[in-house]
């Protein structure tokens, strides 16, 4: 019975592919542990820590024919546990990407439909492959590449409930609408790229339902020569948000220096505004990193800006990394000095504006081409400023640690000869 039913699939797959230049499915499973113990915020003394594990199963595919790409990615996100082993319905099946790209000509296509959005770092656009479900949006995307070195990538999303007679107003919790210009240039060692995104957030005056943009508008330099690498980003934020102007900035810096074949190094900060506790204008001063990979900055322990710290005292975060790699595998030690850009305030008295300092230590080991562990350990070793930001006790122990197991191993392969 399985020899007629292997049999039956691979002839259904011949048919679909049988004039398509190429076809492809690629799995994505992966699970992890977590044991949280003051992750993203000080442990209260009440509390206990949490563990869990988290599993992602993804299917990746792709078919490509003459000026035409489709790509669909279903997934299921789950705990283990949070569905009854004799459950008919699991509600957290979904599409991750679901989108079409259409090239036009050698320099200019279009894509639509739910796809990631991946920009420069990831600071203000990325896919957070990190968290289990990662992150994509419902868009779409004019791409111009006029030659090698030059892109423009325009792209726009207009969000609804569902499909309506008359206005609703928009009830999940994200932005109505955005418009986005991102322009990338390559000169010989200097990478250059421009953002301009306009983000449009819904609110309420009463029952009835208004929209506010706010600007994004930043450059990122990269400069490569051997084995230096230097960066910076800078942006600011203007506009307005429920109501209230915006008026906001971000900038970072790195260095990194390849001291050998398996060791790199890398010293860096990030300044992220905020606005002073005893602040009483209205006005929207913190800095918000909008849709980045979040979790790639600021520690592991994500104390900041992943789904918290927003409309907040700001960040500054100076930072070094040491990492070590060779043949399967690697290893990355990254302290974080944190400190406040704002000021912080405990009945009516400033505080300190250094909050902590965060120990990240991270292991990868590549067992075989298509399976990946990772693990790490995180260390907060926070202050009196801390708490008085967050809550909690700072000698709580407050540590993180995690194991992953990723399998992405391409399970089918299809390319045509057939000339379309």
């Given at each position: 019975m399985k020899k007629y039913i292997y049999t039956a699939f691979i002839t259904i797959l011949g048919t679909i592919t049988i004039s398509a230049q190429q076809f492809d499915i690629n799995a994505d499973l992966r699970a992890k542990f977590e044991n949280r113990n003051g992750y993203g915020t000080l442990k209260p003394d009440t509390l206990k820590a949490a563990s869990f594990i988290t599993q992602r199963t993804r299917l990746i595919l792709e078919y490509s024919f003459k000026n035409v790409m489709l790509r669909v990615s279903p997934q299921?996100?789950?705990?283990?546990?949070?569905?009854?082993?004799?459950?008919?319905?699991?509600?957290?099946?979904?599409?991750?990407?679901?989108?079409?790209?259409?090239?036009?000509?050698?320099?200019?296509?279009?894509?639509?439909?739910?796809?990631?959005?991946?920009?420069?770092?990831?600071?203000?656009?990325?896919?957070?492959?990190?968290?289990?479900?990662?992150?994509?949006?419902?868009?779409f995307l004019i791409k111009f590449n006029p030659n090698t070195k030059n892109q423009f990538h325009f792209g726009f999303a207009l969000n609804a409930n569902k499909e309506t007679n008359f206005y609703e107003n928009y009830t999940v919790p994200q932005y109505k609408s955005l418009q986005y210009l991102w322009y990338h240039t390559d000169l010989k060692k200097l990478?250059?790229?421009?953002?301009?995104?306009?983000?449009?957030?819904?609110?309420?005056?009463?029952?009835?339902?208004?929209?506010?943009?706010?600007?994004?508008?930043?450059?990122?330099?990269?400069?490569?020569?051997?084995?230096?690498?230097?960066?910076?980003?800078?942006?600011?934020?203007?506009?307005?948000?429920?109501?209230?102007s915006v008026n906001a900035n971000y900038l970072s810096a790195n260095i990194s220096y390849k001291l050998s074949a398996t060791l790199n190094t890398t010293l860096g900060f990030e300044r992220l505004s905020g606005k002073d506790q005893n602040d009483t204008s209205t006005d929207v001063k913190s800095f918000n990193p909008l849709y980045g990979t979040n979790h790639k900055f600021n520690g592991y322990m994500d104390?900041?800006?992943?789904?918290?710290?927003?409309?907040?005292?700001?960040?500054?975060?100076?930072?070094?990394?040491?990492?070590?790699?060779?043949?399967?595998?690697?290893?990355?030690?990254?302290?974080?000095?944190?400190?406040?850009?704002?000021?912080?305030?405990?009945?009516?008295?400033?505080?300190?504006?250094?909050?902590?300092?965060?120990?990240?230590f991270t292991l990868a080991y590549k067992m075989y081409?298509?399976?990946?562990?990772?693990?790490?350990?995180?260390?907060?070793?926070?202050?009196?400023?801390?708490?008085?930001?967050?809550?909690?006790?700072?000698?709580?122990?407050?540590?993180?640690?995690?194991?992953?197991?990723?399998?992405?191993?391409?399970?089918?392969?299809?390319?045509?000869?057939?000339?379309?």
């Open positions: 299921n996100v789950k705990t283990w546990g949070d569905v009854a082993t004799t459950s008919k319905t699991d509600a957290n099946n979904a599409f991750h990407e679901a989108y079409g790209e259409v090239k036009m000509n050698e320099k200019l296509s279009f894509k639509l439909g739910r796809q990631e959005i991946n920009y420069d770092d990831a600071r203000i656009f990325g896919n957070v492959d990190w968290l289990t479900q990662a992150r994509s949006h419902d868009a990478g250059l790229s421009v953002l301009v995104l306009n983000n449009g957030m819904p609110y309420l005056v009463g029952t009835d339902e208004k929209v506010d943009y706010s600007q994004t508008i930043g450059t990122r330099l990269v400069f490569k020569n051997g084995n230096l690498n230097i960066d910076g980003a800078a942006y600011l934020q203007t506009g307005k948000l429920s109501d209230k104390y900041f800006y992943v789904g918290n710290h927003a409309n907040s005292v700001g960040l500054i975060d100076i930072y070094a990394t040491l990492g070590y790699e060779k043949n399967k595998f690697s290893a990355k030690l990254t302290p974080h000095y944190f400190a406040s850009a704002a000021s912080i305030y405990k009945t009516g008295v400033k505080q300190d504006s250094y909050l902590g300092t965060e120990l990240d081409d298509y399976v990946t562990i990772d693990a790490g350990f995180s260390q907060m070793f926070a202050t009196t400023s801390m708490e008085v930001l967050k809550g909690g006790n700072k000698n709580a122990g407050n540590n993180w640690a995690f194991i992953s197991i990723k399998i992405n191993p391409n399970l089918f392969n299809y390319k045509s000869e057939l000339k379309p």
